[in-house]
């Protein structure tokens, strides 16, 4: 599986929009990029993934490169409920496996 | 309600005993994980099964057993052989992948196993 690299925390301002970097400059062409994140003590929850289109769902943004070696991901409206770690992970497509880095750890302050 | 649940919460031990975490689900997904999770650190895979009667070592499988003998249900044995079992152990599910094809893990609560 390919590495990523996240900054391991970030600060957001209530309401604001969050975007959290991940670099994975030696992703392979078979391998989709997955974020989680997780909640103190609380097993990770799925937010969104995609192979090299931008991707969108209700609860997020995921913004690759064309190259494909770095992502985005987009809170539009962080809210206090949205601090946690989350985790960008690449894996292949046939693959069910995941290896979750050290992540980063989002507060979002009033 | 479909989901993943993980018995019990909280689960303390003395050292030197074989300890059986429970983990099941009703999604009708394939493949289970299991995860150890350190304070400050990210999830490692320990074991993981893609189809029943079947499993696969992960990382850092050395002292733990596990068995897949029904669909649902994919229990995970932390022996004393483990040297540092105290750990918050998670369970996953997922849709089996296949060409073309990427599916998300679905997590458990967890347990926390605190062994002295």
């Known amino acids: 599986d390919a590495k990523t690299t996240q900054p391991p925390s970030m600060d957001c301002a209530e309401g604001r929009a969050a975007n959290l970097p991940c670099n994975h400059s030696t992703i392979s062409g078979n391998e989709y990029v997955y974020w989680y994140r997780q909640i103190h003590s609380q097993g990770p929850q799925y937010i969104i993934h995609g192979l090299k289109n931008n991707e969108t769902n209700e609860m997020a943004s995921l913004i690759i490169t064309e190259d494909r070696k770095s992502s985005t991901l987009i809170l539009p409206h962080a809210t206090l409920r949205d601090t946690a770690v989350y985790y960008c992970i690449v894996r292949p497509y046939n693959n069910n496996d995941m290896r979750f880095g050290a992540g980063t750890r989002l507060t979002v302050k009033p | 309600d479909g989901g993943i649940t993980q018995s019990p919460k909280y689960l303390f031990r003395k050292e030197g005993q074989n300890v059986t975490l429970s983990c099941e689900q009703n999604?009708?997904?394939?493949?289970m994980y299991w995860y150890r999770q350190d304070p400050g650190q990210g999830l490692r895979l320990i074991y993981y099964?893609?189809?029943?009667?079947?499993?696969q070592k992960g990382d850092i499988a050395e002292g733990y057993s596990v068995s897949r003998e029904k669909k649902e249900s994919f229990p995970l044995t932390v022996t004393s052989a483990q040297k540092n079992p105290t750990a918050f152990y998670l369970c996953?599910?997922?849709?089996?992948?296949?060409?073309?094809?990427?599916?998300?893990?679905?997590f458990g609560p967890g347990t926390r196993l605190t062994v002295t």
């Open positions: 099964s893609h189809i029943v009667n079947d499993f």
């Open positions: 996953a599910s997922s849709k089996q992948g296949g060409a073309y094809a990427s599916y998300e893990q679905y």
């Open positions: 999604l009708n997904h394939d493949a």
